[in-house]
């Protein structure tokens, strides 16, 4: 006798929802293939734990079970007097990916993503995936590509697959290759950004530290800012003080979809003071603080 979706949660047929969704975290983390590599038991286990509370997770379904049992995927036909039309069937996934509504954000609770499968139609089946792409940030202004392995399981099992990171990408930006593409399977890029030792991104603005020599700030003068593509040459007012702040336009970063639109990069002031002075500079140094203090 097959046992009942209730028996394999081991719940009862009053429990409450959040009884059902705590029995199949618990029993998820015992059976999930990734706890139990290669053994085929807990693999067949799973796929009965996620196809029971696929059910008795959904109010209408589970409703349609209470009533039908095993025949539950039929009633709407039985209803019209013609079983077994059109009838929906489940198709589970195991390949590393995504795959399905049902449940999904338990699996990034308790095993960094990894999914499982979704109510559809007859078909073909088709898993969705998630792949991590780490760039720099050079990269992500002028757009890169990569060439991933699909994860194991999938339909295109092995296979590698050239795909295009555009330009204006940040973490977090997820880009969809084409199921075509990938074998059929649905892939996901999820992008990073690595850190730059110096432009911090903020948006489609960068901010910067420019070194100016104290002279220039007192004085004034010119100093050289680099940037993502080529220096730019920045006028420095007399007296300009530490930390100010100037706005170079359209120098910052593309913005995704819409590459030729850029943000700013913010340049921040940071004044070096001199070292290993002469006594000869030391000695001006000394003449301007006093014609300061005597307000000659």
């Known amino acids: 006798m097959t046992a009942s979706y209730y028996e394999i949660l081991g719940v009862g047929k009053t429990a409450t929802e959040k009884d059902i969704r705590q029995a199949y975290r618990r029993l998820a983390r015992q059976y999930h293939p990734d706890v139990n590599a290669g053994d085929k038991a807990s693999e067949q286990k799973f796929k009965e734990i996620n196809e029971a509370y696929g059910v008795l997770s959904n109010a209408d379904s589970r409703k349609k079970y209470d009533e039908f049992g095993d025949n539950w995927k039929h009633a709407d036909q039985m209803g019209r007097g013609r079983p077994g039309q059109n009838a929906e069937t489940f198709v589970w996934d195991f390949g590393g990916g995504q795959t399905g509504d049902i449940g999904a954000s338990f ?13 559809a139609t007859a078909s073909p089946r088709r898993t969705r995936l998630e792949q991590p792409v780490s760039i720099s940030l050079e990269e992500a202004f002028r757009g890169t590509t990569r060439v991933i ?3 194991a399981g999938a339909q295109g099992d092995g296979r590698r697959l050239e795909v295009t990171i555009p330009a204006g990408a940040d973490n977090g930006s997820r880009i969809r290759v084409r199921p075509d593409e990938a074998g059929g399977d649905e892939v996901t890029l999820v992008v990073s950004v690595a850190h730059h030792p110096r432009f911090e991104r903020r948006g489609a603005d960068l901010h910067a530290k420019v070194d100016v020599p104290l ?18 040459i920045l006028t420095i007012p007399p007296e300009t003080q530490n930390g ?12 995704l979809g819409s590459p030729q ?10 004044v070096i003071i001199p070292t290993k002075l002469s006594e000869k500079e030391r000695e001006l140094f000394r003449q301007l603080r006093n014609t300061q203090s005597t307000g000659e």
């Open 215 to 232: 002279l220039d700030a007192v004085l004034g003068g010119e100093v050289k800012v680099p940037t993502l593509t080529e220096p730019v």
């Open 107 to 119: 699996f990034e609770d308790l095993l960094g993503g990894r999914g499982f499968g979704r109510t």
């Open 261 to 270: 639109s850029h943000g700013s990069l913010y340049a921040s002031v940071q």
């Open 149 to 151: 392995r699909l994860p």
């Open 244 to 255: 100010r702040s100037f706005r170079l336009a359209g120098k910052g970063m593309p913005r």
